[in-house]
Nanobody
Framework: EVQLVESGGGLVQAGGSLRLSCAAS????????IGWFRQIPGKEREGVSC????????YYADSVKGRFTISRDNAKNTLYLQMNSLKPEDTAVYYC???????????????WGQGTQVTVSS
């Protein structure tokens, strides 16, 4: 059974930092690209970042470029998202998944976890 467990969200002031983690199980982690999307209730899902399975090709949304850094530890089956210089508009639920095909990074799995809430106060 595929499981993706996101963690690391919280409440932070604008300009602050958070590091999200996604623990993966139930599939061969290093065989798939993976990433993050975020969603605000009532708004469309936004792809945040995506990383290829092994050669570190990366996509970032323009809205987070230069502030967020995605990384993966294939030995630990874990994905990370370091978020710096956070802005109130980054407030959303963050989910561990990405549509890698859209960014030319390969075929990803269509699973995600329960998400982790990130709230940035002004």
């Amino acid at each position: 059974e595929v499981q993706l467990v996101e963690s690391g969200g919280g409440l932070v002031q604008a300009g602050g930092s958070l590091r999200l983690s996604c623990a993966a199980s139930g599939f061969i982690f290093d065989e798939y690209p993976i990433g993050w999307f975020r969603q605000i209730p009532g708004k469309e899902r936004e792809g945040v970042s995506c990383i290829s399975k092994s050669d570190n090709r990366i996509y970032y949304a323009d809205s987070v470029k230069g502030r967020f850094t995605i990384s993966r530890d294939n030995a630990k089956n874990t994905l990370y998202l370091q978020m710096n210089s956070l802005k109130p508009e980054d407030t959303a639920v963050y989910y561990c998944s990405c549509n890698a095909d859209r960014y030319g990074l390969g075929s990803s799995l269509s699973y995600w976890g329960q998400g982790t809430q990130v709230t940035v106060s002004s």
